[in-house]
Each structure stands twice: as structure tokens, then as C-alpha cells.
Nanobody
Framework: QVQLVESGGGLVQPGGSLRLSCAAS????????MGWYRQAPGKQRDLVAI???????NYARSVKGRFTISRDNAKNTVYLQMNSLKPEDTAVYSC???????????????WGQGTQVTVSS
């Protein structure tokens, strides 16, 4: 069984920074892409950033230049460094990973439980 465990969310002032972490554990044969999504009140869930197994990254236009996604393959962990935070960044942030649990199983999509990020004075 695969689990994604997130940490790092919380309350921060506009202009501040937070770093989110998400570690995959359990039965893992290999991991493909990993990323972060967010959903604000009354809004749909949108991709924030994604990173391939080889390190190629893509960002939503709204966060490009402010957020940085990275991964540590030895730790099965993906990070999201968030700088220059704005009130409109307030949302539930969810970790995402494409994981092959065993050599005899296919790749599946997995999600973390979500962590609240609130940007407010």
C-alpha cells in the first residue's frame, strides 16, 4: 500500500515563505512524475507545479518565478518552496505522484491528504 504524507502548511503573512514536503512510502517499485495541486474556496483544483522523474519542471503561470518544485529521489520526497506569497495563494495544497507499486503492477495516481496554506495579515 502506498501513502503520501505531507507537511509544512500553515499561516503566513503576505510576502512570506513556506516550504511544503511530501514523502511517499509503502510499496514502491518506481515513481514517475510528482507534483502539487491546489484548490481555493469556490474554485476548481488546479495544477501548481509538476516535476518529472528526470527533473523537468512545469509551473502554473500564476506561481512562476515565485515557487520552486524539487525532488529527492533517494527519499521519495517532493518539495514546494513558496516565496513572495500572496493572499490569492490561500488554498488546500495536495501532493500528487505517479507510482508503480511492484514490478507486476501498473502505474497509478496517488494523492496526499492535503494541507492548508493561508496567506493573511
Amino acid at each position: 500500500q502506498v501513502q503520501l504524507v505531507e507537511s509544512g502548511g500553515g499561516l503566513v503573512q503576505p510576502g512570506g515563505s513556506l516550504r511544503l514536503s511530501c514523502a511517499a512510502s509503502g510499496s514502491i517499485f518506481s515513481i514517475g512524475a510528482m507534483g502539487w495541486y491546489r484548490q481555493a474556496p469556490g474554485k476548481q483544483r488546479d495544477l501548481v507545479a509538476i516535476i518529472s522523474s528526470s527533473g523537468t519542471t512545469n509551473y502554473a503561470r500564476s506561481v512562476k518565478g515565485r515557487f520552486t518544485i524539487s525532488r529527492d529521489n533517494a527519499k521519495n520526497t517532493v518539495y514546494l518552496q513558496m516565496n513572495s506569497l500572496k493572499p490569492e495563494d490561500t488554498a488546500v495544497y495536495s501532493c500528487y505522484a505517479v507510482i508503480r507499486p511492484t514490478i507486476s503492477t501498473r502505474y497509478n495516481d496517488y494523492w496526499g491528504q492535503g494541507t492548508q496554506v493561508t496567506v493573511s495579515s
